[in-house]
């Protein structure tokens, strides 16, 4: 029997509900077996600020999601290092795991940008493109995607790595287990 599998990437800089609320809607309209956060090695279209390592971005990710059985973990882009691109991660994905299904999670800021993605005419027939809504952001194109109308929450990593520095509330935004490795790390701080 085929495994259905979403893949929601990211740089993680750090996790926050706004990715566990995707993961969660995702995982249960498409009735997935799991949903995996896979955190980018060098993500082509973003530098990953604030000096934090791709180490404490796997570990803010495993703390977000260690009491949600159903969302895992996926190393694959860290493992290889270099600049990821979906082509590649979901070509090797396939060769790993040939009975699986794989539904990439993207953001309605991608789903613009689908047109300059790196071999998306190739990508489009090897996986599911599943379409989620961001804030003032539309989910048209000509590409094949599942779109689907998704609670919002108008927050980026950003936002938090901000509240951080200013020395404001992350309460509710974060989950408690990466608040407080962002303490002992000292991550963010100005």
Do not use: C
């Not at 980026?156 to 020395?167: A, D, K, V």
């Amino acid at each position: 029997m085929r495994k259905k599998v979403g893949i929601l990437g990211g740089t993680f800089n750090p996790p926050h509900i706004g990715h566990l609320i995707i993961a969660n809607e995702v995982l249960h309209a498409l009735k997935l077996d799991e949903v995996r956060l896979m955190p980018n090695a060098n993500p082509p279209h973003k530098e990953i600020k604030n000096r934090v390592t791709a180490a404490q971005r796997l570990t803010m990710v495993e703390l977000s999601i260690r009491e949600i059985p159903m969302l895992k973990i996926e190393t694959i882009e860290i493992e290889q290092g270099g600049t990821s691109y979906t082509f590649d991660t979901i070509e090797l994905l396939r060769k790993r795991e040939p009975l699986t299904d794989f539904y990439f999670i993207i953001g309605g800021d991608q789903v613009e940008d689908l047109p300059k993605w790196y071999r998306i005419e190739e990508l489009i027939q090897n996986v599911h493109l599943v379409g989620v809504p961001r804030p003032n952001k539309l989910l048209k194109t000509a590409y094949p995607i599942v779109t689907l109308d998704i609670p919002q929450i108008d927050l980026s990593s950003t936002t938090i790595r901000n509240r951080i520095t200013n020395g404001e509330t992350t309460h509710f935004l974060i989950s408690d287990g990466v608040r407080d490795f962002i303490r002992k790390e000292k991550l963010y701080e100005t």
